[in-house]
């Protein structure tokens, strides 16, 4: 119940209002790259609950139900968001991202949806392999911890950077094609981490399966 007063409360702030303080700001491209990173706070809570999964086929197919959950529910944010920022739109036209009346460049939002999609699938596979390797609990407050690291960095950096290397970042970062470039790297770490948890994963599940079976007595031993 908690959790999907959470999703509701987020779904609300990021479908409606955040559209609605903006205006036609929200389609700045930076602000379009940002909600690539909603999916990433969905599944890393869900994926601590794979700790309880027992088999390998079990894990594939719940981390695959959990990051297509987090990501649809991403997909269904932003698309809220622009049909709030048409609704608010008197001059007539679509209004989409970015640019205002066009149609979206496409390798842009491709990226931001690759983007999405690949962490997300990193995430919950580090999640679920936090969980085997200490508890759910404790995977999510680790995850927890580094989002909340990064969000403070993303805060506060600019006051503890020096001035010029603050406006090198923006300036790097201030346009479409290079958020473009950023996304699609972006995607590319994600999936080189989650091709070396995979195994980890599967290979810590199958160890602790062999594990949790008893040994066998040997009955001549009860006569020794």
């Avoid at 609950?49 to 594939?60: F, H, K, M, P, V």
């Avoid at 969000?151 to 506060?156: D, H, M, Q, V, Y």
């Avoid at 201030?174 to 995979?198: D, I, Y």
């Avoid at 602790?208 to 001549?220: K, Q, T, V, W, Y």
């Amino acid at each position: 119940m908690k959790q999907a007063l959470i999703i509701l409360a987020v779904a609300i702030v990021f479908g409606i209002l955040v559209p609605l303080y903006k205006g036609f700001g929200f389609l700045d491209a930076r602000i379009i790259a940002a909600y690539g990173f909603l999916a990433l706070l969905f599944v890393a809570p869900a994926s601590a609950d794979l700790a309880r999964t027992s088999s390998s086929g079990a894990i594939l197919t719940r981390l695959a139900l959990i990051v297509a959950w987090g990501w649809g529910i991403t997909l269904l944010i932003f698309a809220s968001a622009i049909i709030t920022l048409n609704l608010l739109n008197r001059g007539g036209g679509l209004l989409a991202p970015p640019g205002g009346l066009i149609a979206p460049p496409p390798v842009f939002l491709a990226s931001v949806l690759v983007f999405s999609l690949s962490g997300s699938i990193a995430i919950a596979a580090l999640g679920a392999v936090l969980a085997r390797r200490f508890s759910g609990s404790a995977a999510k407050n680790i995850l927890r911890t580094v989002f909340l690291v990064i969000l403070l960095g993303l805060a506060f950096g600019a006051r503890v950077l020096p001035d010029n290397v603050t406006l090198a970042i923006l300036d790097r970062f201030n346009t479409r094609r290079a958020l473009t470039h950023l996304a699609w790297e972006g995607s590319l770490l994600f999936a080189v981490l989650a091709a070396a948890l995979f195994p980890i994963l599967l290979k810590s599940r199958h160890g602790r399966s062999f594990a949790n079976i008893p040994m066998a007595e040997n009955p001549d031993e009860g006569g020794r």
